[in-house]
């Protein structure tokens, strides 16, 4: 199982907003709602955001926000702030009963 | 809210064996029907990989890259779980987190701990 393709690095300015893609195939993304964002600063342990594509878990903030079309599945933060700047990464639940994670993207608040 | 804390060896010599427990406090780790209790590995500069779970039944589900080296185990009177990685080579040095949610996902993370293969 190959792991999801995300760009390794996004920027944009304080306010505006960032979206990170994550493409899989119809075996994982494409086959079901279960992808989950993660959001990991230097030296800490991930921190849901996002699950089940669009859910946002209480406490995160509605400035983050998911989608899916297809087998890709996209994270867009608006109004950034700096406190946003982190690698975020994609999860997804796949036919073969595994999870698969993305690349990573590095999200920099210019 | 669960806390999670790994611990175990530091450094693991090539071909031996990685042995860490997560201690779960704040809950009781068959509390939950739907919990699953997850390993997860992030090497030094790179992204995650999924190891493999455990349900309080004793039920697992491993990463097949991994699962012919792999046992994981679950202490519920303990409260805490377990993984042992065996024939471990550098490529096995990450640090490892433990995890746990329900439907599909994460929602509790330890620090996690950093396993170094080298003799």
């Known amino acids: 199982q190959s792991a999801l393709t995300q760009p390794p690095s996004a920027s944009g300015s304080p306010g505006q907003s960032v979206t990170i893609s994550c493409t899989g195939t119809?075996?994982?993304?494409?086959?079901?709602?279960?992808v989950s964002w993660y959001q990991q600063h230097p030296g800490k342990a991930p921190k849901l955001m996002i699950y089940?594509?669009?859910q946002r878990p209480s406490g995160v903030p509605d400035r983050f926000s998911g989608s899916k079309s297809g087998n890709t599945a996209s994270l867009t933060v608006s109004g950034l702030q700096t406190e946003d700047e982190a690698d975020y990464y994609c999860?997804?639940?796949?036919?073969?009963?595994?999870?698969?994670f993305g690349t990573g993207t590095k999200v920099t608040v210019l | 809210q669960v806390q999670l804390q790994e611990s175990g060896p530091g450094l693991v010599n090539p071909s031996g064996t990685l042995s860490l427990t997560c201690a779960v406090s704040?809950?009781?780790?068959?509390?939950?029907?739907?919990?699953?209790w997850s390993w997860v590995r992030q090497p030094p500069g790179k992204g995650q990989e999924w190891i493999g779970e455990?349900?309080?039944?004793?039920?697992?589900n491993y990463n097949p890259s991994l699962k012919t080296r792999i046992t994981m185990s679950i202490d519920t009177s303990r409260n805490q779980f377990s993984l042992k990685l065996n024939s471990v080579t550098a490529a096995d040095t990450a640090v490892y987190f433990c995890?746990?949610?329900?439907?599909?996902?994460?929602?509790?993370w330890g620090q996690g701990a950093l396993v170094t293969v080298s003799s």
């Open positions: 999860s997804s639940y796949t036919v073969s009963r595994i999870y698969v």
């Open positions: 995890a746990s949610g329900s439907g599909y996902t994460w929602v509790d």
């Open positions: 089940e594509v669009s």
């Open positions: 704040g809950a009781s780790i068959n509390h939950n029907y739907d919990v699953w």
């Open positions: 455990i349900h309080h039944s004793g039920a697992a």
């Open positions: 119809s075996s994982d993304i494409g086959a079901y709602n279960h």
